[in-house]
């Protein structure tokens, strides 16, 4: 009876474990719905995507992979502070996503879209000095899994960090859910990176009893 109910726990722990938050991502319509936030204008300002840049300290010439990039938000900050000496892989597990990011970054010239899956990244094995997840994390399915393949992605002392929020009442703002809506708070999500032989770096927030960074090292 132990065991089956250690099985039990572990399928509920990486396999289809954001089941409610990805709901809405199921269909073109509601992935189409999904883009009119993560397309708008403001996206950049909203995830705060300058001071993830400053928090991670990216430097020109640095590679960075930017895990579930949606619409592209995080691509306005990340491009410029590589620099052209730099490269951004920007992976997503949908096309139409990746497509939005294309058309909103087509002017750009050191991006690379990469079409990831529910269980990896498909990035070169060594190829960033840096990859981050910005509202995604609490989207994956098969986040063992997922870790795994970031991990492979790194190279040895590279950092990931996980942009996240966090998981208590009001934390998403107006006609959030995050009770329901985020599968695990930040100090969980740490022990499930650490797991995946990540080291814990540092952790600070983004917004103040809202959004969290919390950056490792390979």
């Not at 726990?9 to 409610?20: I, M, S």
């Not at 990746?98 to 990035?123: M, P, Q």
């Amino acid at each position: 009876m132990k065991i089956l109910m250690l099985l039990l726990a572990t399928a509920t722990l990486y396999g289809q474990a954001a089941d409610k938050a990805n709901a809405r991502y199921r269909t073109a319509e509601g992935r189409e719905g999904m883009l009119t936030s993560l397309g708008a204008p403001d996206r950049p300002n909203r995830i705060h995507a300058e001071t993830i840049v400053k928090i991670l300290k990216i430097q020109p010439g640095q590679t960075v992979a930017d895990i579930g990039t949606g619409a592209g938000a995080l691509l306005s900050a990340l491009t410029p502070a590589v620099g052209p000496t730099g490269h951004v892989y920007a992976e997503d597990i949908f096309d139409d996503f990746l497509s939005a990011a294309k058309k909103r970054h087509a002017a750009a010239t050191n991006i690379k879209f990469v079409l990831g899956s529910e269980k990896d990244v498909k990035l070169p094995a060594g190829c960033c000095d840096v990859a981050v997840t910005v509202d995604a994390y609490h989207h994956y399915d098969y986040p063992a899994e997922m870790l795994a393949s970031i991990r492979k992605a790194l190279k040895p002392g590279g950092k990931f960090a996980v942009v996240d929020y966090y998981r208590r009442p009001g934390a998403m703002g107006p006609g959030g859910n995050p009770m329901e809506h985020i599968r695990i708070d930040k100090d969980a999500v740490i022990k499930e990176v650490q797991a995946q032989g990540f080291k814990l770096l540092e952790t600070t927030d983004t917004v103040e009893n809202s959004q969290y960074i919390a950056v490792f090292s390979r």
